[in-house]
């Protein structure tokens, strides 16, 4: 999520990475709350489908990157760098990390799933 503007992945269609794949910017006339965000949403089927199924299409680690998550620390993800690995969307700080985490996928999210209960705790205040 951006920090400060309330809108998830900056305003990004998270279904739309499965969808379109690609990065694509939702429209304000779609948008939905939920875990203390805004999302956005290219058109009203990418709407239904999250609200169908957001476990499915938020993004894990709450958008942060799993290489820093599997260091211990929450870096922020970028919303043009992203992967989709078994069904779930990782978005990534830089393209280093996302050709890290490419190289090694398994590694990392094992890692990030192991620290993030940790880092998550840090984060809120």
């Known amino acids: 999520m951006e920090l400060h503007s309330g809108l998830a992945i ?3 269609d998270p279904v739309g990475y499965f969808t379109e794949g690609t990065a694509t910017e939702g429209r304000a006339e779609y948008e939905y709350s939920l875990a203390g965000a805004t999302w956005r949403f ?3 089927g990418n709407l239904g489908a999250f609200m169908a199924r957001p476990d499915i299409y938020m993004p894990r680690f709450g958008g942060y990157d799993p290489v820093g998550a599997a260091r211990g ?3 922020a993800g970028n919303p043009d760098h992203w992967m989709i690995v078994n069904n779930r969307l990782y978005l990534f700080y830089d393209g280093m990390t996302l050709a890290a985490f490419t190289a090694e996928p398994a590694r990392f999210i094992e890692g990030a799933e192991r620290k993030w209960p940790t880092v998550l705790r840090e984060l809120s205040p």
């Open 10 to 12: 900056s305003g990004y």
């Open 42 to 44: 290219r058109n009203a």
């Open 73 to 75: 620390v929450a870096v």
